[in-house]
């Protein structure tokens, strides 16, 4: 069974980092590429980032990539994003998702066809 479970969430005071697990069961990384999306209350899903099967080439959204990297563990099945310099902004619950495709990952959701549980993660003080 095809499963994608998050973690590494928490609350985390700004300026802070944290890194997020996805381990995927049931797939395999060479063959799914992995997105990293969260929800903030209030507001719609979006995009963070995502990184292709094949030759591991990554895709951040343009306004995070100085803080957030998005890597991968084959062996382990497991994506990770390393998020820096976290703001009150990125409190959101994040979720990973896979895929066939990066291409556009931001706005194709709809092409992830599995999704995991999500985890939370506040920035505050």
């Known amino acids: 069974q095809l499963q994608l479970v998050e973690s590494g969430g928490g609350l985390v005071q700004p300026g802070g980092s944290l890194r997020l697990s996805c381990a995927a069961s049931g797939l395999s990384l060479d063959r799914y590429a992995i997105g990293w999306f969260r929800q903030a209350p209030g507001k719609e899903r979006e995009g963070v980032s995502c990184?292709?099967?094949?030759?591991?080439?990554?895709y951040t959204e343009d306004s995070l990539k100085a803080r957030f990297t998005i890597s991968k563990d084959n062996a382990k099945s497991t994506v990770y994003l390393q998020m820096h310099s976290l703001l009150p902004e990125d409190t959101a619950v994040y979720y990973c998702?896979?895929?066939?495709?990066?291409?556009?990952?931001?706005?194709?959701?709809?092409?992830?066809?599995?999704w995991g549980q999500g985890t939370q993660v506040t920035v505050s003080s």
């Open positions: 990184i292709k099967s094949s030759n591991g080439d990554t």
């Open positions: 998702a896979a895929s066939y495709f990066c291409s556009r990952f931001a706005s194709r959701q709809a092409d992830f066809g599995y």
